[in-house]
């Protein structure tokens, strides 16, 4: 774990979806560097016995993006870090330890590869993404995304575009509660266990809310998925 304090500042800030905004940081750090798929822990403010409150955030850009930081937030409501981030404007600084964590791609993929995430979970899903299709692997590539309505809804332009460029890439996105007609309805789970027999080797990424996770890897196991050598997870809460 890298426990150096390092700083960056709010370069811009943009609305995504329904309550979920990025943000991108500008930093002059060289030896700053990481894998897709790791995150920061940030200071986000000082608690009552003054201890520092920290929160941790995937980042969502690539190592390529040299001196910037990428972070996708859903802001919760009365969420310690949420505040923080609602509050900033541009110019403003963050400090921070890491890059680090272990959810990030192996170093090759035997056969298939299988991202399933959640909400803001798709944070760092992206660049393991682009890291994966950039590979020449041969293997299928299938992106599961489960959000709640269209509300949610962010970043189809950049899957968009990994489709066109990568034929062996594939996003299914579902909604559990659409608004309107949507052809992938309902929760993300069941369409990933309905592909697993038609997966060769496959590995499987999952991230997002925890309950899904558990429930995912739970099932997989139970379908003869072997869990230290096929399934990688980072829940971002309970
Ligand atoms: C390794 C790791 C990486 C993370 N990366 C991200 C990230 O890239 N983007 C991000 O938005 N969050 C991420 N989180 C969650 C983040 O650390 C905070 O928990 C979240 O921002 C809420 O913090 P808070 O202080 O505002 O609210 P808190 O008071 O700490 O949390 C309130 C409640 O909000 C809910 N909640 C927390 N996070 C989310 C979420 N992402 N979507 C929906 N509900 C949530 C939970 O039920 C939680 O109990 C990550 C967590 C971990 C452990």
């Given at each position: 774990m890298e426990n150096r304090i390092h700083h960056a500042r709010l370069r811009s800030k943009r609305p995504l979806a329904n309550h979920t905004v990025e943000y991108l940081f500008s930093h002059d750090e060289p030896d700053l560097h990481f894998r897709p798929g790791q995150f920061l822990s940030l200071r986000v403010g000082t608690s009552a016995s003054g201890h520092a409150e920290?929160?941790?955030?995937?980042?969502?850009?690539?190592?390529?993006q040299r001196g910037e930081l990428l972070l996708v937030l859903r802001l919760v409501e009365d969420g310690v870090g949420s505040q923080f981030f609602a509050a900033m404007a541009p110019g403003d600084p963050i400090s921070f330890?890491?890059?680090?964590?272990?959810?990030?791609?192996?170093?090759?993929?035997?056969?298939?590869?299988?991202?399933?995430a959640t909400g803001t979970g798709i944070a760092p899903i992206l660049p393991m993404l682009i890291e994966t299709l950039s590979r020449p692997e041969p293997g299928r590539v299938e992106l599961y995304w489960g959000l709640r309505h269209e509300d949610d809804l962010f970043w189809q332009d950049e899957l968009q575009t990994l489709t066109a460029k990568h034929p062996r890439f594939k996003a299914h996105i579902y909604l559990s509660q659409p608004r309107g007609f949507?052809?992938?309805?309902?929760?993300?789970?069941?369409?990933?266990?309905?592909a697993l027999p038609s997966l060769n080797r496959p590995t499987f990424?999952?991230?997002?809310?925890?309950?899904?996770?558990?429930?995912?890897?739970?099932?997989?196991?139970?379908?003869?998925?072997?869990?230290?050598?096929?399934?990688?997870?980072?829940?971002?809460?309970?």
């Open positions: 920290r929160r941790s955030y995937s980042i969502a850009s690539s190592p390529e330890t890491g890059p680090m964590g272990f959810f990030v791609n192996d170093l090759s993929h035997p056969g298939d590869v299988v991202y399933v949507w052809r992938e309805r309902g929760r993300v789970v069941p369409p990933v266990l309905e990424y999952l991230c997002g809310n925890g309950q899904m996770i558990a429930e995912c890897k739970a099932a997989l196991i139970a379908r003869g998925v072997e869990r230290k050598r096929q399934i990688r997870t980072e829940a971002f809460f309970d």
